[in-house]
């Protein structure tokens, strides 16, 4: 299974993207970041699109790629798939006709270029060659993080979130899993803020290692720029080797 690096970050800055990974060129999870990392024939190999959550710095990517696939003749849609709150979430406050046009409707219904997906919760589910599972975490809004696999690899996607349980449990005792991707926000000086904003520190993430599936290396995405020299630094004394901040850009093989 190949995993390239959209986007690491969680939020903006030089050369900082938001958040976004694409598995086997086929299939977005969150899309902070799409057509600023992908060349416009890489875009149009995009299939689907598994979305934790409807906070900009994970779908932003969608409004351009969905323009993307408009203009340049799509062969075929690209299927967003979340939990019913999330996908609710985009069609109300974003392809709205108001933050952004209604792609499920361009060129026109039966044809359109964006098409959504209902998933069901904590159900493992096909979505292209992969199976995914989403699972309910800790965050400010409606938010998922998912288990994927294509049957014999795959990895634990945290999305957003703060200290959790549902996910692990999920995850525990499954044999493919080669990777947990889990999110950091902030430093461990900002608790205050990160559990305002349910996120993760270094020093909360210290405190989940045991829940986590056990010798798993745990692959940190989603600092915030602003912070980012900080927070790397208190990552880099966690987990005893185990814990690795994500480089944008790069492919990981699982
Ligand atoms: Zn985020
Ligand atoms: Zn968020």
Redesign the pocket.
Known sequence: MKLRVLGAF??EGLGQR??AFLVNDRVLV?A?SVSGALTVPEQLEVEHALI??S????VTGLAFLSETLACCGARRPVTVASTEPIVDALKKSVFNNVVWPDFARIPDATTPVLKYRTLVEEAEQRVGELWVTPVAVT?TVPTVGFVIHDGTRGFVYS??TGPTQALWSAARGLTSIRAVIL?C?FPSRLAALAEAAR?MTPALIQRELDKLPPDVPIWIY?VKPQFFEETADELSRLGGGRVMMMEQDKTYSL
């Open positions: 969680g939020s938001p958040s969150d902070g934790s959550h906070h900009l710095d994970h965050h999305g957003d999110e926000a996120h989603h």
